[in-house]
């Protein structure tokens, strides 16, 4: 959510920022944006007129009453029934109208950081760096066909009971899969220092305001009554802070949580992508993380995340990019992402496995979730930060394709035997 007074007293900075991140005629929206807002203050002022007159007269009623002079109080009394009238109507437009600027504002998505790339789509994207070394020789199968193979993955009973978009795991292959998010989770609490949460899977529609996906991207959700099912723990984790006033003191040292969570997503805007195999499900689990900070530390934060995620990939030597997203790739509340992409095999590219983004006070205004330095009155916005510290399934999917053998099992990688009971090998 942006403040309407950053707008009102930098117009050129919105209307380059919105341009630069693929918003249609920003400048005529900006002039829209001032243009209500006008008109909200033009009511407002109005109706604390009329209420100040209102009460004026009122007390001079009383004060010709008291003198007898009815004739005078007769004229109050029709001037306050009129001042009624005018503050009425004052308020209706004032309600109106701020609708009218909240919802128009509630739309629009977070402006880029100053040393994010330009670009239109992913092609506009930097590489930022590559670890490891991408297989060239051996075995490049895909996933999918590696599972069903060996009996462990399940699509068609999965399509019959679910539709498209769903898959069984089963046997070993379910134990690898449990292995990755526990080593995960290990990881990320024990030598990361994020706190485990176990948060809800379903939340109430202000949650998914507070990080962005209401109301835009109602769509790409799935509601059970009230509530809705959450695309990524992000929303339940960061929401902890929501309408709160916390003491400096919490934020001394970054609030660092942790979720492993199923995640449930309509995918309404990826219709014939990655339709056949794990990559892009309507059910996935995923670890992530959330962190909360003081404006000033949520840089540093950011880069901290993302080495936090890459270290998850160097443990099971999965080779990956870093790659810094352009203005036009970005989410709707980042102002600036990384992406973590992992080399597949069998689609000889890196794909996407993590993304982290830091959100400014973007998501902390639509919770309202500020902190009070020491020593002030005045209350600031916290910084949010989100990332994957990695989605299960996609990992997954690499462990698969790069660890798989000659044979057709899958070596399971070194980091994970412990949590595999001492098994070597998936399938074999």
């Excluded at 002022?45 to 010709?64: P, Y």
């Excluded at 970005?330 to 689609?347: I, R």
């Excluded at 993304?355 to 916290?382: I, L």
Aim: glycine share 8%.
């Amino acid at each position: 959510m942006h403040d309407i007074r950053a707008i009102r007293d930098n117009p050129a900075a919105f209307v380059s920022g919105w341009s630069s991140r693929g918003v249609e005629e920003a400048d005529g929206l900006v002039a829209d944006l001032l243009r209500l807002d006008g008109e909200l203050r033009a009511a407002q002022t109005t109706a604390q007129d009329g209420l100040t007159k209102r009460n004026a007269a009122s007390k001079l009623i009383g004060a010709a009453m008291a003198k007898k002079d009815m004739a005078e109080a007769d004229r109050l009394k029709a001037e306050v029934e009129a001042l009624k009238a005018d503050i009425a109507a004052a308020e209706e437009v004032e309600a109106n109208v701020g609708k009218e600027l909240r919802d128009l504002l509630a739309g629009l998505k977070n402006i880029a950081a100053d040393d994010v790339p330009d670009g239109e789509d992913e092609a506009g994207n930097v590489e930022v760096s590559r670890w490891g070394t991408p297989r060239e020789t051996g075995p490049a199968k895909d996933h999918a066909d590696l599972g069903e193979a060996l009996g462990l993955l399940d699509f068609e009973a999965a399509a019959r009971m679910s539709g498209s978009r769903f898959a069984v795991i089963k046997g070993q292959l379910a134990r690898l899969e449990r292995a990755v998010a526990q080593f995960m989770l290990d990881t990320q609490t024990d030598q990361n220092g994020y706190l485990e949460v176990n948060s809800p899977y379903m939340v109430k529609a202000d949650a998914m305001f507070g990080t962005g996906q209401l109301p835009k991207f109602e769509e790409d959700l799935f509601k059970a009554g009230e509530h809705y099912l959450i695309p990524t723990a992000e929303v339940s984790l960061t929401n902890l802070v929501r309408e709160q006033i916390l003491p400096e003191s919490e934020l001394a040292e970054p609030i660092r949580m942790t979720a492993l969570t199923p995640c449930f997503r309509a995918e309404a805007g990826s219709a014939g992508r990655d339709t056949r195999g794990l990559i892009r499900q309507h059910q996935f689990t995923k670890v992530e993380l959330v962190s909360i900070t003081r404006p000033e530390d949520s840089d540093a934060e950011h880069e901290r995340m993302v080495g936090c995620a890459e270290a998850i990939l160097q443990a099971l030597e999965l080779p990956y990019r870093k790659m810094l997203l352009c203005k036009g790739d970005m989410g709707f509340s980042a102002q600036k992402t990384y992406d973590l992409e992992v080399w597949l095999p069998s689609q000889n590219t890196y794909r996407e496995i993590s993304s982290c983004s830091n959100c400014g006070d973007f998501q902390a205004r639509r919770m309202d979730a500020r902190f009070k330095r020491d020593g002030e009155k005045k209350t600031e916005f916290v910084h949010t930060l989100n990332g994957s510290g990695l989605a299960v399934g996609r990992t997954l999917v690499a462990i698969m394709e790069n660890y798989q053998q000659e044979d057709g099992s899958i070596r399971v990688p070194d980091v994970l035997v412990p949590y595999m009971g001492g098994l070597t090998s998936v399938g074999g």
